[in-house]
């Protein structure tokens, strides 16, 4: 080793390579290898004092290996390649696809190959033969890692990282190094090149010298335009120094002498190790290039890419149902687009990154949202405050999610004190540098410490922000981008109306929840009181209702600690289910399996839960018949049909897992469409921040009030805590229904079809109104009406809207959007300029054709009257009928059909009125 490092020195002196006489580099143990030690020091008045001074002569890189006679074989292989497939109508190509990477460009490419034919074919004969031979034989970075070593990584960036550049490093072997040896082995056009010398194992092997040494370096251009190109370039004696964050260097580049030096700006001790600075790098960054990671880095971050939710479907990808609405997501793009936002965010220690919010706020827009919030008036404010209850609701219930997902992954299936418990003791063991297993599994440790650190100071920031946001809002004002909201809302119990036994299952839960002390101070009264299973809470003092142990919820950690959730871990290996479906299926054994239910800790929540609920998925066909020609029919029968799909890909899953089918239950009286769809619901009603806690549902059935909200947030000692927040009144001393969470910014199609609940006559509320595209779309005759429309975000969908004390009026989007379509051309063009060219998008639109317009508002808005077999006095009449005959009906399951005719009848009779006042109000406007 010193005999090496003797004739390194010695070359590098012949070659003017000049370091510090101050400066005596050696090899200074096993941990840190060769570095620089001071002899004497450098005091305040030297600075900036230069360390180490090269010639860009001696330097290597893609440039150096393309002159040499080893790239002119390089480059007339490639040509014999390129020809043959030509010849045979293949593209050329390196394999590489979809990366703008220069790690993996031909040029670099062809630095690797020159490293391998320098070191190993030339050897002794190359000029750099001293600097090569002194280079490490091993690395301990992430892409020779073991897979053993790598599965210990799951759930991180540096995974996917890994075995990406893993892949890639694949392809150009076989697409390019492999061919260039089968052409020099069959044309002999340069037998001394691509010999056997050359293996995978040596191409990895100089790939990772090159990135975890290179510096960037000017130098000729290879492009059309004669720019000069950055290269990736090793500097002997440069990269010989170790990195320390604190160190304060600088790098000197002289072009015109040809120089690239190396100076401190900081005094330096006699003694002390020369230290580099590599950057303030994460530890992502440390391991993949350079096999080691900096302990408690600050610099640590876990990137997040957030995405476009829909409507109602909550799968991901793989599980079929996705986001179907295509034009709300593309909505969402352009608003993303325009205001300079990113999907893309680096999660730090220190706060959230800069953007994330408002991006989130855009990505968690439902329709209703997108409609009130158009693209042409979005700007940088507009995100950065709340834009409705709901959205941010969603936006905090999102981010948790997505939070506590990345952290159960690296987690698999232990506690997260337990977890972080085993990786601080492996990092208090120093291991011995010749141990590479020692040493890889103290760099994993202590990076996937810094990981959980950045990720759980992350959901700690989002609870601590969702908190104040929950205890902080006055729910009924106005928003400075929102909508005031006055409603009250109408829904069955989900109970069936048995005073009887579900009462009796209902106080079984109750005394199983007192007697672990999670009502402390409260007086509580449960039961069934005006068709509504509540609970009433003594809110005198303190408006805490109650406290959980995370461990009495459900959710993804304590399924994943329970031998089903364990079962159903292992037919995720390859991620079809994600953590949703995983709680459902839990849910579902346990409600429906006798074996499961009857040992589950949660047996009495699971026995008081209904056995079915009243959203309109669960209408029969004759009843839901009552809605047909409504949105919501549509709605109800296309999530239907997509749950299905989704249904036999998980009961395929289920059954092709041996473990699975063995231990559990997989006959169609268990896992069955029905049953899936219950849980389905009671995922959806019942969740709260990705918790399933054992008193929603039977308390809270969604009944909600004007002036009182149940919110939810886990506290740091990993309790679940729910506070009743009550605004508005002076009477805060009373009982009070414990409301449901943020139900009224959502419209009637969704309380029906997620809760079965529906807003009262007395309440503001909202219905989508889809026009005929096919109609329509032939009048969209040129690209500046369409143009127009892009532009304003004008589209088939919109929403009519009752609003109390206010006048009910057609949409403007309404209006503008016809109004476009019946532009003449010389109208076409004029707004075209004003709005798209000239960005006037408050402009008015008037046309000439005008009473077209309207005409085809008022037929629009007649034909939906028109599609119904009844009027709504006819409904008035039904609507008394139905809720005489419920006086008299004892029948559970015939009361429970009477009460969803009646629930389709007042959706039907508030749409009708909705739509009667849209068509007044464009009679008294006209």
């Not at 045979?88 to 690797?112: C, R, S």
């Not at 990584?153 to 694949?170: A, H, Y």
């Not at 969702?466 to 809002?473: A, H, N, R, V």
Request: overall charge neutral; aromatic content about 12%; hydrophobic content about 35%.
């Amino acid at each position: 080793m010193q005999a090496n490092l003797s004739l390194f020195l010695e070359w590098a002196e012949t070659n003017g390579l000049k370091i510090s006489p101050r400066v005596s580099v050696q090899h200074l143990d096993d941990v840190y290898g060769f570095g620089g030690l001071m002899n004497d020091e450098v005091v305040q008045s030297e600075l900036p004092y230069s360390i180490i001074r090269i010639p860009l002569s001696v330097s290597i890189n893609a440039h150096t290996a393309l002159n040499s006679e080893f790239g002119k074989a390089f480059k007339l292989h490639s040509q014999i390649i390129k020809q043959q497939r030509a010849t045979v109508g293949e593209i050329p190509t390196t394999g590489v696809q979809n990366t703008n990477n220069d790690l993996f460009e031909d040029n670099n490419v062809l630095f690797y190959l020159f490293l391998v034919y320098e070191r190993f074919v030339r050897n002794r004969d190359s000029f750099w033969f001293p600097y090569l031979q002194l280079l490490p034989e091993r690395f301990d970075t992430t892409i020779f890692f073991t897979q053993q070593q790598l599965n210990k990584l799951k759930g991180t960036n540096l995974l996917k990282s890994t075995l990406n550049i893993r892949d890639k490093l694949g392809q150009l072997w076989h697409n390019l190094v492999v061919p260039l040896q089968q052409v020099n082995n069959a044309f002999k056009v340069c037998p001394e090149y691509f010999t056997k010398d050359f293996s995978f194992e040596r191409f990895t092997w100089a790939f990772s010298c090159v990135w975890s040494r290179v510096f960037p370096v000017k130098g000729p251009s290879t492009q059309p335009n004669g720019t000069a190109q950055i290269y990736p370039t090793l500097l002997p004696l440069i990269d010989i120094l170790n990195h320390e964050f604190n160190s304060q260097v600088t790098y000197n580049i002289n072009y015109e002498e040809g120089f690239f030096s190396l100076e401190s700006r900081a005094p330096l001790v006699k003694g002390a190790q020369v230290f580099n600075n590599y950057g303030a790098k994460s530890n992502d960054s440390f391991l993949l290039s350079y096999g080691f990671v900096v302990p408690n880095n600050r610099e640590d971050t876990y990137y997040i890419q957030l995405g476009f939710n829909g409507n109602y479907t909550f799968f991901r990808k793989s599980l079929i149902l996705v986001d179907a609405d295509e034009d709300l997501v593309l909505h969402k793009q352009q608003i993303i687009s325009k205001l300079g936002y990113k999907l893309g965010h680096y999660l730090r220690k220190d706060c959230l990154p800069e953007g994330l919010i408002p991006s989130l706020r855009v990505c968690a827009m439902n329709s209703f949202e997108v409609y009130f919030h158009s693209v042409s008036n979005a700007n940088a404010q507009t995100f950065s405050n709340i834009i409705s209850f709901r959205n941010e609701h969603a936006v905090f219930q999102s981010l948790n999610r997505l939070l506590r997902q990345k952290i159960n992954v690296i987690l698999d299936g232990k506690s997260y004190q337990q977890v972080v418990d085993e990786l601080t003791h492996i990092t208090k063991q120093i291991p011995n540098p010749s141990h590479i297993e020692g040493i890889r599994e103290y760099n994993i440790a202590a990076y996937k410490l810094g990981q959980l650190q950045v990720l759980s100071h992350s959901f700690k920031t989002v609870k601590s922000m969702e908190k104040d946001y929950i205890t902080g809002s006055d729910l009924l004002r106005m928003l400075p981008n929102g909508v005031m909201y006055r409603n009250e809302i109408v829904q069955p119990s989900p109970l069936e109306l048995d005073q009887g036994e579900p009462s009796k299952k209902v106080m079984n839960n109750t005394a199983w929840l007192q007697s672990k002390n999670q009502f402390p101070n409260k007086s509580f009264v449960s039961g069934i009181n005006d068709s509504d299973m509540c609970v009433r809470v003594d809110a005198m003092g303190s408006n805490k209702v109650l406290c959980l142990n995370m461990n009495e919820c459900i959710n993804y950690t304590t399924v994943c600690n329970d031998p089903l959730g364990r079962c159903i871990q292992k037919i995720n290996n390859e991620e079809l289910f994600d953590e949703e479906t995983t709680i459902m299926m839990y849910v579902l054994y346990h409600k429906f399996c006798p074996v499961v239910s009857c040992t589950s800790r949660f047996k009495h929540f699971f026995e008081a839960l209904p056995n079915t609920w009243n959203t309109t998925l669960f209408y029969a066909p004759h009843v839901l018949q009552l809605l047909e020609n409504t949105s919501l029919y549509e709605d109800t029968k296309d999530l239907k049909q997509q749950l299905e799909e989704t249904f036999h890909f998980i009961y395929n899953s289920c059954c092709q897992s041996r473990q699975f089918a063995e231990n559990f239950n997989v006959s169609n009286t268990v896992l069955c469409f029905e049953n899936f769809l219950w849980a389905y619901t009671a995922y959806d009603t019942l969740v709260r921040d990705g918790n399933i806690i054992p008193v929603f549902g039977l308390y809270s059935p969604l009944h909600y009030r004007a002036k009182s909200q149940i919110c939810q947030y886990t506290s740091p000692d990993n309790t679940v805590r729910v506070k009743l927040i009550h605004q508005g009144t002076n009477d805060a001393t009373g009982s009070f229904v414990v409301g449901g969470n943020l139900l009224a910014t959502l419209h009637n199609d969704e309380l029906m079809l997620r809760y079965g609940a529906l807003f009262t006559q007395e309440s503001d509320f909202f219905f989508p109104l889809t026009l005929d595209s096919a109609s329509l779309e032939p009048l969209l005759d040129s690209e500046h009406k369409q143009s127009l429309l892009e532009h304003l975000h004008l589209g088939f969908d919109h929403f009519l809207r009752k609003r109390i004390g206010r006048k009910v009026k057609p949409p403007i989007k309404l209006f503008n959007m016809l109004r476009i379509c019946f532009m003449n051309k010389e109208e076409a063009q004029m707004y075209y300029n004003k709005i798209v060219v000239n960005n006037q998008v408050d402009s008015k639109i008037i046309i000439n054709n005008e009473s077209h317009v309207v005409n085809t508002v008022r037929s629009v808005l007649s034909s939906i009257l028109d599609s119904f077999p009844t009027s709504l006095q006819d409904d008035e009449h039904l609507l008394k009928k139905l809720e005489r005959e419920d006086q008299s009906i004892t029948n559970v399951l015939s009361k429970r059909e009477n009460v969803q005719k009646t629930m389709c009848v007042r959706y039907r009779m508030q749409l009708k009125q909705v739509v009667e006042l849209t068509l007044l109000s464009l009679e008294s406007s006209e």
